[in-house]
Nanobody
Framework: QVQLVESGGGLVQAGGSLRLSCAAS????????MGWFRQAPGKEREFVIA????????LYANSVKGRFTISRDNAKNTVYLQMNSLKPEDTAVYYC????????????????WGQGTRVTVSS
């Protein structure tokens, strides 16, 4: 079992930055690839970004490429999502997730999920 807890969400103006953290406990370390998803009001959950177990590979949604980066510190069992140049359309609840696959963009490929942290970007 893996428990994931996100933090770092909040209200930010367009063009600003936020860094989200996802702390993992339980069976962790480099066992899982990690991803971030988001769900905006009235919309389905969508893939944002993912990082491989060792951190050497990443996948990005086109909508965040060049603005968001993902990193992980396996010693601290923590994954980070750095979000720059935020836009109002980035407003959503952001979820951290863990997958036993090498890398994945499909939500059904993820085994564990956090409770989410809300990000609101004002125009």
């Amino acid at each position: 079992q893996v428990q994931l807890v996100e933090s770092g969400g909040g209200l930010v103006q367009a063009g600003g930055s936020l860094r989200l953290s996802c702390a993992a406990s339980g069976r962790t370390g480099s066992t899982y690839a990690m991803g971030w998803f988001r769900q905006a009001p009235g919309k389905e959950r969508e893939f944002v970004i993912a990082i491989s177990r060792g951190g050497g590979r990443t996948l990005y949604a086109n909508s965040v490429k060049g603005r968001f980066t993902i990193s992980r510190d396996n010693a601290k069992n923590t994954v980070y999502l750095q979000m720059n140049s935020l836009k109002p359309e980035d407003t959503a609840v952001y979820y951290c997730a863990a997958s036993s696959l090498t890398l994945a963009t499909m939500s059904r490929s993820y085994d564990y999920w956090g409770q989410g942290t809300r990000v609101t970007v004002s125009s």
